[in-house]
């Protein structure tokens, strides 16, 4: 049988220190259970994959900071994928790396288990906002970290850039932006900082230390990127992501053709086969749930804490939640109509005509596409196009 080929990301859940505004799934005070984690992840993919070997062309280490594993861990796991799947031979394989937790001895290790494309969390080139968001890194660590990148082949890199922070202003962001240019990066990530319950910087609000974001000033922060990007060849491929002709993450494009991925590790999310679910996020309750024997069958591990069969409603909401997401791609029509079995107009009938007349939404081609006024309410459309279940 043929298999669709699939994207596996790995979550790694450890960080020095937590920044004061994640709510991501990392804990700071596990970092020795780092190498039987690694040993885990394989384990969780013996019992997802059983005896089938189904193709890969992506693989992601995300986090927390996945730079914190030590390159034969990293090696470990990446032979576990070998093992337990069909790595492609040009499989894109990107790990997230904190600047500050790199050095060439590293770089280099990991470069030769396989890593081929590097994400690098810089945020901010101002001393005072990476104080803000408690980053431990400065600027002159992420040139050296870039640096010795490039050297160990790793020219595929991405950088992240945060605005909208407290106290950033039009002409820091800019700084920042025109900074990381120079660096010539092939990919840039570009978020929007949300102020996430239960993190210090929602204490810091309301207690007054920081003033509230200012959405006004959050979209001129992001009119200035997309037009500094374009001056500079980045195609903005994506909401928050811009990369250089050829050079988009083929990962991040498997999630938003809402396409099949595997989750892997403590808190990860996964969608396969028709259905979504994720896996336990306390790193000691994966590790003791890997030891159960009995695993319910492809897509899900023996720690995957819910799941649900996806349904059509919900399959749809999703196709127009990611395919919306990729700007020149958008969404195409007839493959929409052949999937679904009926057409979008019809589905949408009076949403999809209000959002063209508010011209949030266009169609060129037998695409539909957000228009550059609906990549700024971008949310608003996407939740007119959410449906509910019958
Ligand atoms: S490095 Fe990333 S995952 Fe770790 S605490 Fe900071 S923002 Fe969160």
């Known amino acids: 049988m043929n298999q669709p080929s699939l994207s ?12 004061a505004y994640c709510d991501f799934n990392t804990y700071t005070s596990l970092l020795d259970l780092r190498e039987t984690y690694a040993d885990a992840l394989v384990t969780e993919m013996a019992q997802v994959a059983g005896d089938v070997r189904r193709p890969v062309h992506t693989v ?11 390159p034969a861990a990293m090696g470990r796991i990446l032979d576990g994928v070998r093992t337990h799947f069909q790595l492609a031979a040009d499989a894109e394989i990107t790990m997230e790396a904190n600047p500050g937790t790199v050095d060439l001895d590293y770089l280099t290790a ?3 288990t396989g890593i081929n494309r590097i994400s690098f969390g810089v945020q901010s080139v101002i001393p005072s906002e990476l104080a803000l968001l408690e980053r431990t890194h400065d600027f002159a660590t992420v040139v050296e970290a870039v640096a010795m990148a490039r050297q160990v082949g790793l020219d595929n890199f991405n950088l992240d850039l945060i605005y909208s922070v407290p106290g950033q202003t039009l002409a820091s962001w800019e700084q920042s932006v025109r900074t990381v240019l ?10 929007c900082l949300t102020i996430e319950p239960g993190t210090p910087m929602q204490r810091w609000l309301i207690n007054g230390r920081i003033q509230p974001p200012d959405p006004d000033l959050a979209a001129d922060q992001y009119e200035l990127a997309c037009t500094l990007l374009a001056e500079h060849g980045y195609d903005h491929y994506e909401i928050s992501n811009w990369a250089k002709p050829g050079q988009e993450c083929e990962h991040n494009l498997t999630y938003w053709r809402n396409g099949d991925y595997l989750g892997l590790g403590a808190g990860a ?19 003791r749930r890997l030891q159960e024997a009995a695993a319910p069958g ?7 804490a819910a799941s649900h069969p996806v349904s059509r409603a919900e399959a749809i909401s999703d196709t127009m939640m ?7 791609e958008g969404l195409d029509l007839d493959a929409f109509a052949a999937q679904f079995g009926q057409p979008l107009r019809e589905i949408y009938n009076g949403t999809l005509e209000q959002m063209l007349a508010w011209e949030l939404v266009g169609v060129e081609n037998g695409r539909l596409r957000l228009t550059p006024k609906g990549w700024f309410l971008s949310n608003q459309v996407f939740y007119r196009f959410m449906l509910d279940d019958a």
């Open 8 to 19: 596996l990301y790995l979550h790694i859940p450890f960080c020095q220190h937590r920044c």
């Open 60 to 70: 992601f280490f995300g986090g927390g900071t996945p730079s914190l594993m030590s």
């Open 110 to 112: 990991v470069r030769h």
């Open 182 to 191: 120079e660096l010539d990066p092939a990919h840039l990530s570009l978020y």
């Open 269 to 287: 999310h996964g969608h396969a086969a028709g259905v979504r679910y994720q896996v336990v996020k306390q790193p000691r309750v994966y590790l």
């Open 298 to 304: 492809y897509p899900l591990s023996t720690a995957v």
């Open 322 to 328: 990611t395919q919306l997401r990729l700007l020149n």
